[in-house]
């Protein structure tokens, strides 16, 4: 069969417009089973200023080669395409199709003398504060070639040219470590703008700059207390001239209708005041009654093109029912958790207030608003009583599976699917990862881990998205990163945030990982904070990340990092291992934790935080190899050697863990704490931990990830194949019985009565127990790379736990991969999918019988006989 391109792109960019780099990387995912296909050679064919030129090289390199041209220039646009050859005897693939890339603004000069303005007013500088409209009305004389927007706010924007909306970006430019890093946003807004008077707006609201965040309503004003804009659009015309529109005091400024936008609160429009303002972005509106803008200072991050894709409305959700409370309130159950905003369509008198209150679950009948804390999750809208209304907040999301809705006016529109939508909001990044069983619970824990992972995914990697939290937790990020690896493409995503990791653990000096990032307030870090396993994201985040992706420039960039965490972040005692006196969250949320304090886990948090250590010393000694430092890599396998010997002297007595727990057998187990001679003992202890348990889960965020590999390591997948199929709290599927769809914080955040955990930290959005999710990928669906991104495959699954079949599929960079196999009886048959220029080991069960093959379609069979 034939072979042939089925994806080009650069870098990590899902799109390459107004990127970062100006020689981009260039990758290409194949497409086709042809037999044992490897690339022997490839041509790309670059197009610039009406020139083609091409480039052939011999490498089977298909993956981040490197840009073979000139680099391009400020807002140069370039198409490329690109062919491969196999090798002898093997045929060549067809051109690709065309690719554009095209740089943003390479140096500060390039922005037209843009400063970030703001409406000469005074500002809420201790409350919310009202968005603000800005805009500018130009005129071009000539036809036009084509047209760019650079832009982004001190705020949240939404901008307009000519009345229509710019993009379909929604909190832009997303949250990032601002001091040290702004993101801003490139648009093609070439048939946006018109030969004739034009006009510009954006509308800004507070977001994360300015607004409230964190917990108990503490911080505001983190990045600064006014809202601003700063954008260029430049204007490119037929004759080649161009005509820049910068953002300076030729602008002016208001307030409308949207009167308030928070993050935590919600977002509140008038629309009776549209009025004021109709036609605001058109190049005809009369300004004059508007306000003067003032100059800001210089942004403090350095301007910068955004690494992941941006966050926008993904998909649209209906209510599956619409009913009364016990209190006669108006409720709605979209049958689904999600992260986003609800869309209404309504009708009815001026005045009338439309207030929507969002909630995660119900409790004696009404919603449960204890969990949000101080959060209001509420946005009100006042009808002006023209027609039919549509409106959904535009600079806030909220997390919620069910909503009240106040003050609608039933007489002139029905509520019902027509009239209101939950609109789903994520970075949206490519799916590349599925898996489905026999199992229908497991299932559905799947989907509900997949769903996490949409409501956490915004702009950063979030704890929750309903509560007054919403933060970058390094821990959480840690243990569900191979998980995230797997469903969706991340590496964009992820680089942009560990820049931000990078940045924070620099303030001071102190090279110690925040426990969230970005860290609030600002430039806050300290040792203090310092802890195992949420600061280890620093060494796993660029490893795993790494393992999925096989790029070594981004694993030498975050290289620095890594170091910095092992060498001068961590408080040591002199053994080498964690100081006794560090703070630890442990193994938190272990399931015999108070509800009142998360952290009091059966582990010892010292025993937690060297197993952990130990394990980044030895993934730094991976890292360095990969990275040719074999100088640092011998000084940190020395290290690791050490570590190994002062863990084994603090925390076993005769080949036994000080704690008798799941997660210090895990960790011991699989991060090879144990001797050889030991193991074997230890496993079995590990096993009657579990059997005396009754197979419940026994773990908190340390111990959870790497439990089912250490069952694994020892031959004991079935084990956790009982654990897993459990139903009773606390275990997975627990949730799943209790009517969840997503994944929770606590093993029991609605307790078996249906009441909400007592405890204030109580979410049901939280993907950190979803990391099972990596387990469930490699063994049940048999699928894991076996070298850094995918370049060799290992499929090996395991059945357990009566699954009769499983599915699993997985965009690599390299093309599909995919393994579905069936148990009958005791027949074992196995269908695999290798894709061209790769290839894989294939294990199959009951002998371990291997076969390594090339890319194709393969059948396999065994015997439990």
Not at 358 to 372: F, I, N, Q
Not at 451 to 472: A, V
Not at 657 to 665: D, K, L, S
Request: contains cysteine.
């Amino acid at each position: 069969m034939a072979v042939s391109i089925s994806q080009l792109s650069f870098e990590h960019h899902r799109e390459a417009l107004g990127i970062a780099e100006s020689k981009p990387r260039i990758s290409w995912r194949f497409e086709g089973v042809s037999p044992n296909w490897t690339q022997a050679g490839y041509d790309i064919e670059i197009l610039r200023n009406g020139i083609p030129q091409v480039y052939s090289f011999n490498s089977s390199d298909s993956i981040l080669v490197p840009w073979p041209d000139a680099a391009l220039g400020t807002a140069e646009e370039a198409r490329v395409r690109a062919r491969a050859h196999g090798k002898e005897d093997q045929p060549s693939t067809p051109w690709s199709d065309w690719a554009s890339v095209e740089p943003g603004l390479l140096d500060p000069t390039d922005w037209g003398g843009a400063v970030p303005i703001a409406a000469d007013r005074e500002t809420e500088a201790n409350g919310s504060k009202r968005p603000i409209y800005f805009r500018k009305s130009f005129a071009v004389d000539t036809e036009i070639q084509s047209a760019r927007l650079y832009i982004t706010a001190l705020g949240v924007y939404e901008a307009e040219i000519n009345g229509q909306r710019v993009g379909n970006r929604v909190m832009a430019p997303g949250w990032q470590s601002y001091n040290n890093r702004h993101v801003y946003d490139t648009y093609d807004v070439t048939e946006l703008v018109q030969k004739g008077d034009n006009g510009i707006g954006a509308t800004v609201a507070e977001g994360w700059f300015s607004g409230m965040l964190s917990f108990g309503g503490k911080y505001r004003n983190n990045y600064g207390d006014t809202i601003g804009l700063l954008s260029l659009l430049v204007v490119t015309l037929n004759d080649g001239t161009r005509l820049e529109i910068p953002t300076d005091a030729s602008w002016r400024a208001n307030i409308g209708p949207t009167v308030a936008s928070e993050i935590y609160n919600g977002e509140t429009y008038d629309s009776r005041l549209e009025s004021n303002i109709a036609g605001w972005s058109s190049g005809s509106f009369d300004a004059s009654s508007w306000l003067a803008v003032k100059p800001l200072p210089k942004l403090k991050g350095k301007l910068t093109p955004p690494d992941g894709p941006p966050v926008r409305r993904v998909e649209e959700v209906k209510p599956q029912r619409i009913f009364k409370s016990s209190s006669n309130k108006t409720l709605i159950d979209f049958g689904q958790n999600v992260a986003g905003r609800l869309r209404i369509s309504v009708s009815g008198p001026r005045g009338t207030n439309i207030t929507l209150h969002h909630a995660e679950v119900l409790e004696d009948g009404e919603l449960a608003l204890r969990p949000l804390r101080l959060a209001k999750a509420t946005d009100t809208f006042i009808l002006n009583g023209n027609s039919v209304q549509t409106w959904e907040p535009r600079f806030t999301t909220h997390g919620f599976r069910y909503a009240q809705v106040d003050g609608w006016p039933e007489s002139s529109t029905p509520l019902d699917k027509t009239s209101v939508t939950a609109v789903v909001v994520h970075s949206d990044m490519e799916r590349t990862g599925w898996f489905e069983c026999s199992h229908a619970l497991l299932n559905k824990f799947h989907h509900n881990v997949l769903w996490s992972m949409r409501g956490n995914f915004i702009s950063i990697p979030t704890d929750c998205p309903q509560r007054d939290e919403r933060l970058g937790w390094t821990g959480d990020a840690h243990a569900f990163g191979p998980t995230a690896d797997y469903l969706y493409n991340t590496a964009g995503f992820w680089r942009g945030w560990h820049r931000d990791v990078w940045s924070e653990m620099q303030f001071n000096g102190s090279m110690s990982v925040p426990p969230f990032v970005p860290i609030i307030p600002p430039n806050t870090n300290s040792k203090l904070q310092a802890a195992a396993v949420w600061g280890d994201v620093a060494v796993a985040g660029p490893y795993n990340h790494y393992q999925a992706y096989g790029d070594l420039d981004m694993l030498e960039e975050q290289y620095l990092q890594s170091r910095a965490w092992i060498d001068t972040g961590i408080p040591r005692e002199d053994s080498g291992l964690w100081d006794r006196d560090s703070f630890q969250y442990g193994d938190w949320l272990d399931p015999k934790s108070p509800p009142d304090n998360p952290g009091a886990a059966t582990t010892a948090t010292h025993l937690v935080a060297d197993a952990y250590l130990v394990r980044m010393t030895e993934l730094l000694v991976n890292i360095s190899t990969s990275l040719g430092h074999s100088d640092l890599a011998k000084k940190y396998s020395e290290q690791h050697t050490s570590l190994v010997e002062q863990f084994r002297k603090a925390w076993l007595t005769n080949g036994a863990m000080a704690n008798r727990t799941q997660t210090a057998y895990a960790l011991g187990l699989h991060f090879g704490l144990f001797t050889n001679k030991e193991r074997s003992a230890a496993g079995d202890t590990l096993r009657t931990i579990i059997a005396n348990n009754d197979y419940l889960v026994g773990t908190g965020f340390a111990g959870t990830p790497p439990l089912g590999f250490a069952l694994a390591d020892i031959g004991a997948t079935d084990d956790f194949y009982r654990m897993l199929l459990q139903t009773k709290v606390p275990s997975w599927l627990y949730q799943v019985v209790q009517n969840g769809t997503t994944t929770w914080e606590r093993w029991d955040s609605l307790l078996q009565n249906g009441t909400v955990n007592p405890g204030e930290m109580t979410s049901f959005n939280h993907y950190a127990f979803g990391s099972v999710a990596d387990w469930i990928h490699q063994i049940i669906g048999g699928l894991a790379p076996a070298a850094p991104g995918w370049k060799k495959i290992k499929v090996a699954p395991v059945p357990g736990g009566n699954i009769t079949s499983a599915d699993s599929r997985f965009i690599s960079p390299y093309g599909e991969v995919s393994a579905k196999w069936e148990l009958n009886g005791d027949a074992f048959d196995l269908e695999v999918t290798v894709p061209p220029n790769t290839n894989a080991i294939i294990t199959m069960p009951y002998g371990n019988v291997a076969h390594d093959v090339g890319s194709g379609q393969y059948k396999f069979h065994a015997s439990r006989k």
